[in-house]
């Protein structure tokens, strides 16, 4: 082989590999919860081309609770997630490197729901209560809604009964007393259940979702994050307005039954709350709410400050990139 050949062959070698790594590279890992009733917003960046367009291959990964999701992101299982701002303030608050990009919905879309033998929060003394795991989200939430209408959490039995549907199946059948779920299972007269109180309505100041990843991403492949920051704020407006492409990929992603009203139900309470945000906003006043909350309970020092967990970088320039 002559020496021009081999290096001809070596450089094509080379352009093959460069190849292969930057489509590695293009490749992002997102979490979310298992999906349900408004899976059309969240699922909209990697299923309506939002994430594509930005030159992402976004591949969505389903978790029951947020608590795995931020164990999967510490471990480099993922490259972000949507999810509660709960864990990533705990696991902050103690030293790891996690930072919140944005919060896509500023609003909880939960409900507390009971059986017909449950007439008020007041009732749940010495009851079960539904969660989907200690320090989650809907363990977090049916603690407030219970320290508000005067019931001590100690006074009730949580119980960790898995997903939303899970946790409403497990209601249905009253092995457990109340549960935390999203407020679109109101929509089916047929489970029977009652509504104690609507999470959205009793705490206004508790976020729902923020985009968490890891600080050395933000390091290290900022020009991704900038370009999954554009594509959730491309999506997510391009779903607050059309709501017949958001059902119809909610009910294909979330694989709803004909005829079930879910996902209607849940796209006119998203738009109607305005619980999704497309401006990926940081709240820090309601971070701040959360932190003295989590204080309350003895799961974070009081005097932490969320902004330390904060980029705001990330979404400015994805606004940038957006509004261009």
């Not at 608050?93 to 500023?106: E, N, Y």
């Not at 007439?119 to 809604?145: C, N, Q, T, W």
């Not at 009730?156 to 007393?177: C, N, Q, W, Y």
């Not at 900022?222 to 999506?235: C, G, H, N, T, W």
């Amino acid at each position: 082989m002559s020496i021009k050949l081999g290096a001809f062959l070596a450089a094509i070698a080379f352009a093959l590999l460069s190849a292969t790594t930057l489509q590695a590279e293009d490749l992002w890992r997102h979490g979310t919860l298992v999906p349900k009733g408004d899976a059309g917003f969240i699922y909209m960046a990697a299923e309506g081309g939002f994430a594509k367009a930005e030159g992402l291959d976004l591949k969505m990964l389903a978790f029951q609770n947020d608590t795995l999701m931020m164990k999967a992101l510490i471990a480099g299982e993922l490259d972000s997630y949507e999810g509660s701002p709960i864990s990533p303030l705990i696991a902050g608050s103690k030293g790891a490197d996690v930072k919140i990009l944005g919060c896509t919905w500023p609003k909880l879309t939960y409900s507390l729901f009971s059986h017909d033998g449950i007439g008020s929060i007041a009732a749940l003394k010495g009851k079960k209560v539904g969660i989907s795991a200690p320090g989650s989200l809907p363990d977090l939430v049916a603690r407030a809604l219970l320290k508000q209408a005067g019931v001590a959490p100690s006074e009730v039995s949580f119980v960790a009964a898995g997903s939303d549907p899970e946790r409403v199946r497990a209601l249905m059948a009253k092995t457990i007393d109340a549960a935390i779920s999203t407020s679109d299972f109101a929509a089916q007269p047929e489970l029977k259940l009652k509504t104690l109180a609507v999470a959205s309505e009793a705490l206004p100041q508790f976020m729902r979702q923020c985009v968490i990843t890891r600080g050395e991403l933000v390091r290290s492949k900022r020009p991704q994050l900038v370009a999954f920051i554009a594509s959730e704020m491309k999506a997510y407006g391009f779903a607050l307005a059309h709501r017949d492409r958001v059902v119809a990929l909610t009910r294909r992603v979330a694989g709803l039954p004909p005829g079930d009203p879910v996902a209607e139900v849940s796209y006119r309470e998203v738009v109607e709350r305005r619980a999704a945000s497309p401006a990926v906003e940081i709240d820090l006043d309601k971070l701040r709410w959360l932190r003295d909350l989590l204080a309350e309970d003895g799961r974070m020092a009081a005097k932490f400050d969320p902004a330390s967990l904060t980029d705001t970088s990330i979404r400015e320039a994805a606004l940038m990139r957006v509004n261009k």
